[in-house]
């Protein structure tokens, strides 16, 4: 009898850790959310001008694509 009474404690206590820790998920904010939204924009931009510079180097060099 006591070693049920110390299982289901153990189990009660495992569950209540469990709940309190999915409760301390990070909810994203409005800000995050657009930091994220800049960070992707920028990316893009960078990643056009890589393919600009390559384009004037290839065209300075006379291969034209």
Do not use: W
């Not at 709940?19 to 998920?25: M, N, R, V």
């Not at 409005?30 to 924009?41: L, N, Q, S, T, V």
């Amino acid at each position: 009898m006591m070693k049920l009474r110390q299982t289901v404690s153990a189990v009660v206590v495992m569950s209540a850790l469990l709940a309190a820790l999915s409760g301390c998920q990070k909810q994203e904010g409005p800000a995050e959310r657009a930091g994220k939204e800049a960070d992707k924009a920028v990316e893009k931009v960078g990643q056009q001008i890589e393919k600009a510079g390559e384009s004037i180097q290839d065209t300075a060099k006379g291969n034209k694509k």
